[in-house]
């Protein structure tokens, strides 16, 4: 199942790069690596679901076309799938609120941070890096979001945050 998740995964980011120039199928890779040597999963209804994470939002690919997964994993990238090209910020509480409910969304999304926040790093945009933190700290780290309590997630990410910040010109 992981062998055809990282395929169709590939497929539907062939060509996109990341913002640092690497291929975009390294993002959703390391999402799923996170996934299990970081964070502990080992179900690959939910391995899968993260290595298929961006595939229906930024490919033709539909959750439709992935009926070769478990419903799990449709459920798990449904959730996952940012639908709106410009969410405000109203949009993306709401968004969130949703993935919070599901505690296997949560750690796919707390994956899909650390993966990020290394990209933002290597992307070496200080005043973007500075957004990026601020928000992550608000969105995926703030009161009441389930991460911010999460005994593995939380500090990896707030880890992974400091680095990020020390990392800046001052």
Avoid: C
């Amino acid at each position: 199942m992981l062998t055809r998740a990282f395929d169709v995964a590939e497929i539907a980011h062939r060509g996109q790069p990341r913002r640092q120039g690497t291929p975009y199928i390294d993002h959703p890779l390391e999402v799923a690596l996170l996934l299990r040597d970081q964070l502990g999963v080992t179900d690959p209804a939910i391995l899968a679901a993260g290595l298929l994470h961006d595939a229906v939002e930024d490919s033709e690919l539909t959750v439709g076309d992935l009926t070769d997964f478990p419903e799990r994993t449709r459920q798990l990238v449904t959730l996952l799938t940012d639908t709106a090209s410009a969410m405000t910020g109203t949009m993306r509480r709401a968004y969130y609120r949703e993935i919070w409910k599901d505690p296997d969304a949560t750690l796919i999304k707390a994956a899909d941070r650390l993966s990020n926040i290394r990209d933002v790093v290597a992307h070496g945009d200080p005043e973007f890096t500075r957004r990026y933190i601020r928000k992550t700290h608000r969105d995926i780290l703030g009161k009441g979001v389930p991460l911010a309590s999460h005994p593995v997630a939380a500090p990896l990410l707030r880890a992974a945050l400091q680095d990020a910040a020390r990392g800046l010109p001052s």
